[in-house]
């Protein structure tokens, strides 16, 4: 089996470019970018595919700093989660916010503290 293998920096270009390359509002100097359905799964479909690459490509020895740094960047999740709890509005969107903030915070807490336990599992215990 032959495994296609994309270079992670034409991801990140492509990710990066993609709302500019997709959104003719964009290519006239518009500030909009679309939120179509059909652009947020090609967003997500880069995403995934840039993802696989990265943990792909990280030795097994480094796991554990690469978990560290995710629960950093899953922390976006959680300013994503304030905002949309913060617009107020509908009290759909206020619950939905809510519990998107709950989870979030678990994520990035439940994170460093595993990555905490994995790591006193590698310190000397002294006697």
Request: hydrophobic share 55%.
């Amino acid at each position: 089996m032959r495994r296609i293998v994309i270079p992670t920096a034409i991801l990140l270009t492509v990710i990066t470019a993609s709302p500019v390359l997709a959104d003719p509002l964009a290519q006239e100097g518009g500030s909009e970018v679309s939120q179509t359905p059909i652009f947020l799964a090609f967003i997500l479909a880069l995403s995934i595919f840039l993802g696989f690459e990265l943990i792909s490509k990280v030795p097994a020895t480094l796991h554990t700093p690469l978990m560290s740094g995710s629960n950093a960047i899953s922390g976006i999740s959680l300013i994503g989660a304030l905002i949309a709890a913060g617009h107020g509005g509908d009290v759909l969107v206020i619950v939905l916010g809510t519990l998107a903030v709950a989870t979030a915070t678990i994520n990035v807490v439940g994170g460093y503290l595993v990555t905490d336990r994995m790591l006193e599992m590698f310190k000397k215990k002294e006697e």
